[in-house]
């Protein structure tokens, strides 16, 4: 690692998930081929590396309001309760920096609660990863940045999920991505007129429900329905509500395209009630209550933003409309609010 005192900043976009989610997780992708639409918004991950003057390696999370500090060297980091942090140093520096583990403070915050819907976890490992690929000059393209960081997420520290999220918050803006097998990807930026792109801001309502949820019991479940896929026992029911949000995926695309907001609202209510088929507790009480407010005062298509249990919920609401589920939304507990998108993916720069 550079021994200078510069400080070495990454950010990158949290994402809303259109249609297709779930298509993107392992095995359902790798036979059958996986499709989401996503697009970026204005919440991010940040992370910050420094030089450390204690001779230490400090991890920092203030928004979780958690610290940790460990000598340099690699098996210390083992004892991490910050493990996105040690995982992503792990990797890079023995990757990228010859083994050699340098006294540095890493700190990372993130706009959005863990558990959020918006693919806050990967999007963290995103930053980090692209803060770290900035401060060792490793020679790491878009498409290199995400799939290092699924591999991390994934594969080393075995954190079950898809891969549609590392992605999203590497490339940024509005895609329609395909997931095939042998790890894939084909990230593909649609062209939206901005007459489109602003009716479409303008009728997005989000809310947190006020309740994080781990996604892992969910994705394991839906990942034994998908079994059936390899020969294994599995649930059929799964697998046609998957195949039922692929082909809503592609239409979404197709209805953005064309600036079709009433026919993505009625795609959204279609893959809500199948991704609800997938497994159990995606919705909850909390969830249905919130769904049913929104459209009393005119939501016209909504879902929940993720893997389900909880997190944000995600509307589609005549932009009249909107101040009204909003109110709804937030008298009854929620926290409600308009968003903007963005179009620029994971960035880094050294102050």
């Not at 609660?113 to 878009?142: D, I």
């Not at 016209?300 to 589920?325: C, E, H, T």
């Amino acid at each position: 690692m550079p021994a200078d005192q510069r400080i070495t900043r990454a950010r990158v976009p949290l994402r809303l998930g259109l249609a297709g989610g779930g298509t993107d997780l392992s095995p359902y992708c790798d036979e059958f081929g996986g499709a989401v639409l996503n697009t970026t918004i204005d919440r991010y991950a940040y992370a910050f590396i420094e030089p450390s003057d204690d001779g230490m390696v400090h991890f920092l999370a203030p928004d979780m309001e958690m610290e940790e500090r460990f000598p340099p060297n690699m098996a210390a980091l083992e004892q991490a309760r910050l493990v996105l942090h040690a995982g992503v140093v792990r990797r890079m520096v023995r990757q990228f920096g010859r083994g050699r583990l340098s006294p540095m403070r890493v700190t990372s915050y993130v706009d959005a609660p863990p558990g959020s819907g918006l693919g806050s976890s990967s999007a963290l490992v995103v930053a980090l990863v692209e803060a770290f690929t900035s401060r060792l000059g490793a020679p790491l393209g878009p498409y290199d940045v995400a799939h290092v960081a699924y591999e991390i997420e994934r594969i080393e520290l075995c954190l079950a999920g898809g891969k549609q999220d590392q992605y999203a918050a590497t490339f940024g803006g509005t895609n329609f991505i395909e997931f095939h097998g042998g790890d894939r990807v084909i990230v593909n930026p649609l062209r939206v007129a901005p007459a489109v792109l602003n009716e479409l801001e303008t009728s997005l309502v989000i809310c947190f429900t006020g309740v994080s949820r781990r996604s892992e019991a969910i994705i394991v479940e839906q990942q034994r329905g998908m079994a059936a896929a390899t020969g294994a026992a599995g649930d059929p029911a799964v697998l046609e509500s998957l195949h039922q949000l692929k082909h809503d995926a592609v239409e979404m695309k197709e209805a953005l395209l064309r600036g079709e907001i009433a026919r993505m609202a009625s795609i959204l209510n279609r893959s809500w009630e199948a991704k609800k088929r997938t497994a159990s507790g995606i919705s909850t009480g909390r969830i249905e209550e919130m769904y049913t407010l929104a459209f009393a005062h005119g939501a016209v298509g909504g879902k929940v933003s993720g893997a389900g249990g909880g997190g944000f919920m995600m509307f589609l609401v005549p932009p009249g409309k909107r101040i009204d589920v909003v109110r709804a939304l937030n008298a009854a507990g929620g926290q409600a609010s308009g968003v903007h998108l963005t179009t620029q993916g994971a960035e880094s720069w050294s102050v």
